[in-house]
């Protein structure tokens, strides 16, 4: 497991552009506010994506037949850090509910790199078992 202690963290409310984690093993991880959003981890959000395979930061499937509606961008309206484990964002959908843990952060990093590791390990765990 890779280090899950940050060595600075900065929000960029102002611009938009998101959370950046620089680790203190050197990883530096770059997270969006969408895929924050996509990735909360209060048990409701982490239910609706279990049920619908998604892993998270993985947006929704939208339903061909539905014709795609204008949303504002995903933005937090309020950071507040927890301890020194964990943040969490008030979003401008109203959904304020997860706790993002810098365990939960580092595990999911969105990165090339990362994401790469996590497809490997899937295949090498083999199909998943009913």
Same mark, same amino acid.
């Given at each position: 497991?890779?280090?899950?202690?940050?060595?600075?963290?900065?929000?960029?409310?102002?611009?938009?552009?998101?959370?950046?984690?620089?680790?203190?093993?050197?990883?530096?991880?770059?997270?969006?506010?969408?895929? $924050?959003?996509?990735?909360?981890?209060?048990?409701?959000?982490?239910?609706?994506?279990?049920?619908?395979?998604?892993?998270?930061?993985?947006?929704?499937? &939208?339903?061909? &037949?539905?014709?795609?509606?204008?949303?504002?961008?995903?933005?937090?309206?309020?950071?507040?850090?927890?301890?020194?484990?964990?943040?969490?964002?008030?979003?401008?959908?109203?959904? &304020?509910?997860?706790?993002?843990?810098?365990?939960?952060?580092? $595990?999911?990093?969105?990165?090339?790199?990362?994401?790469? $590791?996590?497809?490997?390990?899937? $295949?090498?765990?083999?199909?998943? &078992?009913?």
């Amino acid at each position: 497991m890779p280090a899950v202690t940050p060595a600075k963290v900065k929000v960029d409310m102002t611009g938009g552009s998101g959370m950046d984690i620089d680790w203190k093993d050197g990883h530096h991880s770059h997270y969006s506010f969408g895929w $924050l959003r996509d990735a909360c981890p209060c048990a409701l959000c982490d239910e609706e994506r279990t049920k619908s395979h998604r892993d998270p930061g993985e947006p929704p499937r &939208q339903s061909a &037949q539905l014709l795609p509606m204008f949303k504002p961008a995903v933005k937090p309206e309020e950071v507040i850090p927890v301890g020194r484990y964990a943040i969490r964002f008030s979003f401008n959908d109203g959904h &304020q509910h997860g706790i993002y843990s810098w365990e939960f952060l580092r $595990l999911w990093c969105p990165c090339r790199e990362c994401s790469a $590791l996590r497809n490997v390990a899937k $295949l090498e765990s083999g199909p998943a &078992q009913p």
